[in-house]
Protein backbone atom coordinates (compact mmCIF):
# COMPACT_ATOMS: atom_id res chain seq x y z
CA UNK A 1 0.00 0.00 0.00
CA UNK A 2 2.85 2.62 0.67
CA UNK A 3 4.66 1.71 -2.12
CA UNK A 4 2.07 3.52 -4.53
CA UNK A 5 2.13 6.74 -3.21
CA UNK A 6 6.00 6.28 -3.04
CA UNK A 7 6.32 5.86 -6.37
CA UNK A 8 4.11 8.49 -7.62
CA UNK A 9 5.96 10.73 -5.57
CA UNK A 10 9.42 9.87 -7.02
CA UNK A 11 7.53 10.06 -10.58
CA UNK A 12 6.45 13.43 -9.60
CA UNK A 13 9.85 14.65 -8.82
CA UNK A 14 11.49 13.29 -11.66
CA UNK A 15 9.37 14.81 -14.30
CA UNK A 16 9.14 17.92 -12.32
CA UNK A 17 12.85 18.02 -12.56
CA UNK A 18 13.45 17.05 -16.18
CA UNK A 19 10.81 19.72 -16.96
CA UNK A 20 13.18 22.39 -14.75
CA UNK A 21 16.04 21.76 -16.38
CA UNK A 22 14.75 23.31 -19.68
CA UNK A 23 14.32 19.31 -21.59
CA UNK A 24 12.52 20.24 -24.88
CA UNK A 25 12.17 17.74 -27.76
CA UNK A 26 14.47 18.64 -31.14
CA UNK A 27 12.29 20.51 -33.63
CA UNK A 28 8.81 21.01 -31.46
CA UNK A 29 7.12 24.24 -32.15
CA UNK A 30 9.92 24.54 -35.42
CA UNK A 31 8.01 25.76 -38.38
CA UNK A 32 8.54 24.30 -41.34
CA UNK A 33 8.67 25.69 -44.62
CA UNK A 34 9.57 23.01 -46.97
CA UNK A 35 11.73 25.35 -49.18
CA UNK A 36 15.84 25.28 -49.45
CA UNK A 37 16.00 28.86 -50.64
CA UNK A 38 13.75 32.15 -50.94
CA UNK A 39 14.14 35.54 -52.31
CA UNK A 40 13.00 38.49 -50.02
CA UNK A 41 12.70 41.67 -51.62
CA UNK A 42 11.22 44.55 -48.73
CA UNK A 43 12.44 48.09 -47.66
CA UNK A 44 15.17 47.10 -44.20
CA UNK A 45 12.39 47.87 -41.45
CA UNK A 46 11.93 45.97 -37.82
CA UNK A 47 9.25 44.15 -39.60
CA UNK A 48 11.63 42.88 -42.91
CA UNK A 49 13.82 41.78 -40.31
CA UNK A 50 12.01 39.90 -38.13
CA UNK A 51 10.71 38.43 -41.26
CA UNK A 52 14.24 37.44 -42.15
CA UNK A 53 14.85 35.83 -39.22
CA UNK A 54 11.82 34.08 -39.28
CA UNK A 55 12.53 32.75 -42.84
CA UNK A 56 16.57 31.64 -41.53
CA UNK A 57 14.99 30.01 -38.63
CA UNK A 58 13.22 27.27 -41.06
CA UNK A 59 16.43 26.52 -41.78
CA UNK A 60 15.40 28.49 -45.81
CA UNK A 61 18.81 30.32 -47.15
CA UNK A 62 17.70 34.02 -48.22
CA UNK A 63 19.15 34.02 -51.58
CA UNK A 64 18.95 36.39 -54.20
CA UNK A 65 18.89 33.67 -57.48
CA UNK A 66 15.84 31.57 -55.63
CA UNK A 67 13.18 30.00 -57.31
CA UNK A 68 10.48 31.92 -55.41
CA UNK A 69 10.99 36.18 -54.42
CA UNK A 70 8.62 37.41 -51.40
CA UNK A 71 7.63 40.93 -52.10
CA UNK A 72 7.27 42.39 -48.46
CA UNK A 73 5.37 45.64 -47.89
CA UNK A 74 5.77 48.31 -45.60
CA UNK A 75 4.19 47.74 -42.21
CA UNK A 76 1.01 49.82 -41.15
CA UNK A 77 0.15 50.02 -37.06
CA UNK A 78 -2.99 51.45 -36.48
CA UNK A 79 -4.08 51.84 -32.68
CA UNK A 80 -7.48 52.05 -31.61
CA UNK A 81 -8.71 53.20 -28.28
CA UNK A 82 -11.08 50.44 -26.46
CA UNK A 83 -12.17 52.40 -23.55
CA UNK A 84 -13.34 55.73 -22.91
CA UNK A 85 -11.52 57.08 -19.81
CA UNK A 86 -9.22 60.15 -20.26
CA UNK A 87 -6.93 58.88 -16.82
CA UNK A 88 -6.06 55.97 -15.32
CA UNK A 89 -6.12 52.83 -17.29
CA UNK A 90 -6.99 52.20 -20.89
CA UNK A 91 -7.47 49.57 -23.55
CA UNK A 92 -5.85 49.82 -27.14
CA UNK A 93 -6.22 47.44 -30.06
CA UNK A 94 -2.78 47.36 -32.01
CA UNK A 95 -3.56 46.13 -35.65
CA UNK A 96 -0.44 45.40 -37.90
CA UNK A 97 -0.83 45.06 -41.45
CA UNK A 98 1.09 44.23 -44.51
CA UNK A 99 0.82 43.15 -47.82
CA UNK A 100 3.08 41.04 -49.46
CA UNK A 101 2.88 38.46 -52.81
CA UNK A 102 4.85 35.67 -54.00
CA UNK A 103 6.48 35.25 -57.59
CA UNK A 104 8.59 32.77 -59.19
CA UNK A 105 11.20 34.88 -60.23
CA UNK A 106 11.71 32.33 -63.73
CA UNK A 107 8.65 33.90 -65.55
CA UNK A 108 7.59 36.51 -63.01
CA UNK A 109 4.11 34.86 -62.46
CA UNK A 110 2.11 35.37 -59.27
CA UNK A 111 1.67 32.11 -56.85
CA UNK A 112 -0.09 34.97 -53.95
CA UNK A 113 -0.71 38.41 -55.27
CA UNK A 114 -1.36 41.20 -53.16
CA UNK A 115 -2.04 39.66 -50.43
CA UNK A 116 -2.36 40.99 -46.79
CA UNK A 117 -0.92 40.02 -43.30
CA UNK A 118 -3.54 41.25 -40.46
CA UNK A 119 -2.53 40.56 -36.74
CA UNK A 120 -4.20 42.40 -33.73
CA UNK A 121 -3.59 42.15 -29.74
CA UNK A 122 -4.63 44.37 -27.39
CA UNK A 123 -3.32 45.66 -24.10
CA UNK A 124 -3.73 47.82 -21.18
CA UNK A 125 -1.54 51.23 -20.72
CA UNK A 126 -1.57 53.41 -17.85
CA UNK A 127 -1.51 56.94 -18.33
CA UNK A 128 0.09 58.03 -15.43
CA UNK A 129 3.64 56.70 -16.76
CA UNK A 130 4.29 57.88 -19.72
CA UNK A 131 7.78 56.14 -19.81
CA UNK A 132 5.93 52.65 -19.32
CA UNK A 133 3.20 53.59 -21.95
CA UNK A 134 5.59 53.81 -24.66
CA UNK A 135 7.55 50.51 -23.68
CA UNK A 136 3.97 48.39 -23.05
CA UNK A 137 3.46 50.00 -26.73
CA UNK A 138 7.02 48.71 -27.98
CA UNK A 139 6.63 45.37 -26.56
CA UNK A 140 3.31 44.77 -28.19
CA UNK A 141 4.40 45.98 -31.78
CA UNK A 142 7.56 43.61 -31.32
CA UNK A 143 4.68 40.81 -30.37
CA UNK A 144 2.77 41.73 -33.19
CA UNK A 145 5.76 41.64 -36.21
CA UNK A 146 6.44 37.85 -34.91
CA UNK A 147 2.84 37.18 -34.68
CA UNK A 148 2.81 37.95 -38.48
CA UNK A 149 6.12 36.88 -39.51
CA UNK A 150 4.82 33.36 -38.06
CA UNK A 151 0.96 33.90 -40.54
CA UNK A 152 3.69 34.04 -43.42
CA UNK A 153 5.72 31.19 -42.72
CA UNK A 154 2.37 29.30 -42.36
CA UNK A 155 1.07 30.59 -45.92
CA UNK A 156 4.13 29.80 -47.44
CA UNK A 157 4.51 26.08 -46.11
CA UNK A 158 0.48 25.44 -47.31
CA UNK A 159 1.48 26.64 -50.68
CA UNK A 160 2.49 24.73 -53.45
CA UNK A 161 5.37 25.09 -55.21
CA UNK A 162 6.34 22.85 -58.11
Known sequence: MIRRPV?????????????GCGFQLRGLNQP????????????????SETVRRAI?????????????RINLGDERISENRLTRAD????????????????????DGAYLLNQEQL?????????????????ELRDEAVERL?????EQLIA??????TP
Not at 7 to 19: F, H, K, P, S
Not at 56 to 68: C, M, N, P
Not at 145 to 149: E, L, T
Open 56 to 68: ERTDTQIVDTADL
Open 32 to 47: VLGLDEVALSANVSPF
Open 87 to 106: SGSREIELVLTAPYSVQRTS
Open 145 to 149: RRDAA
Open 155 to 160: RLAALE
Open 118 to 134: DVSTTTLISTDDIYSRQ
Open 7 to 19: LIGLMTIALTTLA
